[in-house]
């Protein structure tokens, strides 16, 4: 089944930093956007950030000034820095690649990661 698969994921104190990771599958050829969503207990999966193949990202109002979101195209990453965490960021992180194609002529419109858990707390 292709998929992508997150890492990076953990427990971190208030105020620390993780780094997620993203990889799509080998045999991808090109992806359109990436981005990471969030889905905490209770609540709606959420839009994080979002960066298209040309580099330009956007990112929801809660995480501006302290998470960047990055993606190297010739090896179908993308990556999450997060800083400064507080505990309302706890939540399994998601990894999304939009218009995905493969080598073998597969076409993906949306494909997800099964997702990371992040947990900020002392």
């Known amino acids: 089944q292709v998929q992508l698969v997150e890492s990076g994921g953990g427990l971190v104190q208030p105020g620390g930093s993780l780094r997620l990771s993203c990889a799509a599958p080998g045999s991808t050829s090109r992806i359109n956007g990436m981005g990471w969503y969030r889905q905490a207990p209770g609540k709606q999966r959420e839009l994080v950030a979002n960066i298209t193949s040309g580099g330009s990202t956007n990112y929801a109002d809660s995480v501006k000034g302290r998470f960047t979101i990055s993606r190297d195209n010739a090896k179908n990453l993308v990556y999450l820095q997060m800083n400064s965490l507080k505990p309302e960021d706890t939540a399994v992180y998601y990894c999304?690649?939009?218009?995905?194609?493969?080598?073998?002529?597969?076409?993906?419109?949306?494909?997800w990661g099964r997702g990371t858990q992040v947990t900020v707390s002392s």
């Open positions: 999304n690649a939009d218009r995905l194609r493969t080598y073998s002529g597969s076409y993906y419109a949306s494909l």
